[in-house]
């Protein structure tokens, strides 16, 4: 018997062996393609203004809307644990809302306010802002509608007012989310003009029109009143057009490029950063973190390793950077 097995493994002649690169962790680690690391990470939070405000956001569990009394611990705590880069969305009161969101721009415009608090604060963080009308319309869409249009020529006035009220609080990246032609350009113009060429761009360049928005658009009540966002958000079904949509953010001065979902997504991620030789970001949108939420609430996955491994497949993919709500769970992983 002893002979037999012999004589038949001595048959099977094969020069190349995959598993010998993963035979022990030391070679595993050592030929690992792919790292993922807390500096890839952004973090999205929510604001409101008030005071004593951490209101969890029901169908986004662990996810708060924070007044900034609150989220000054908050970032204290993320920054121990490594994390330091944060997009910040607020959530506008109904009764501030109007049809060309004047309140975005406004001086006691109290998210304005958190942008200039948080850099006196903690100089170290980078934040990232939303560049959209959708917070601020009464029309709950991202550029100004008209008679049933989204028109986009007009929009893009509103987004520069926006755009550079940010720049003027500090913020350190734009992040233009509305899918207007042309307004990478426009806000490039503004910044320049008005003495921000260091303030980045950030382009939401390929975000579609996804099923994964839900719990994101309850934690602004920021849907739509009427109709949807399909004559300016990208058809899921399309990944040569996110080719056009990036060349031209491209060309007209942004910095990065988003794609916006992310898991769905991974080959329009990867298509660009083969295609573009700046830095490629996707976003861990909120429906793609609920269903790990409620899967390992349910024990139906394990928590840490299903987070690790989407975000990993991002990275993989070509994401330099990820928004993502797991951030600072993960880095607190990490940090353990």
């Known amino acids: 018997m002893l002979n037999f097995v012999k004589q038949n493994s001595q048959a ?15 070679i595993r680690n050592m030929v690992e393609e792919t790292n993922l690391g807390v500096e890839h990470l952004i973090y999205p939070l929510f604001l409101q203004d008030g005071k004593g405000i951490k209101q969890e956001i029901k169908s986004l569990p662990n996810n708060f809307r924070w007044s900034l009394d609150q989220l000054l611990p908050e970032i204290d ?9 944060f997009v910040l969305f607020p959530a506008i009161a109904e009764k501030l809302k109007d049809k060309v969101a004047s309140h975005s721009y406004a001086d006691d415009n109290f998210y304005l306010h958190v942008i ?38 007009e929009t893009l006035i509103i987004l520069g007012k926006m755009a550079l009220a940010q720049a003027q609080a500090g913020i350190d990246i734009l992040g233009p989310s509305d899918m207007m032609d042309g307004r990478v350009g426009y806000l490039r113009d503004v910044l320049d003009e008005n003495d921000f060429t260091n303030v980045s761009i950030m382009s939401y360049t390929a975000k579609y029109a996804s099923a994964f928005y839900g719990p994101f658009r309850d934690a602004l009540d920021s849907a739509p009143k009427s109709g949807d966002k399909k004559t300016y958000q990208m058809n899921p079904a399309n990944k040569r057009e996110a080719l056009l949509e990036a060349q031209l953010d491209f060309e007209e001065g942004a910095d990065m490029l988003m794609v916006k979902p992310a898991l769905c997504y991974l080959d329009v991620i990867h298509l660009l950063k083969e295609n573009f030789n700046i830095p490629i ?11 790990v939420y409620a899967a390992s609430q349910n024990g139906w996955l394990n928590y840490e390793a299903t987070m690790s491994e989407m975000l990993l497949s991002m990275r993989r ?19 353990r």
Do not use: W
Request: net charge positive; glycine share 8%; aromatic share 6%.
């Open 12 to 26: 099977i002649k094969m020069h190349i062996r995959p598993r010998r690169n993963r035979k022990n962790a030391v």
């Open 77 to 85: 705590s993320c920054i121990r644990s490594g994390l330091k880069q």
């Open 116 to 153: 200039r608090e948080l850099k006196e604060r903690f100089p170290e963080i980078v934040l990232m802002s939303d560049v959209a009308m959708d917070p601020y319309s009464s029309d709950g869409h991202d550029g100004l509608v008209k008679n049933g249009e989204i028109v986009n020529d």
């Open 281 to 291: 970001t996707a976003y861990n949108v909120s429906g793609e973190c609920a269903m």
């Open 317 to 335: 993919a070509g994401a330099d950077g990820i928004l993502t709500y797991f951030a600072k769970d993960f880095a607190e992983m990490v940090k």
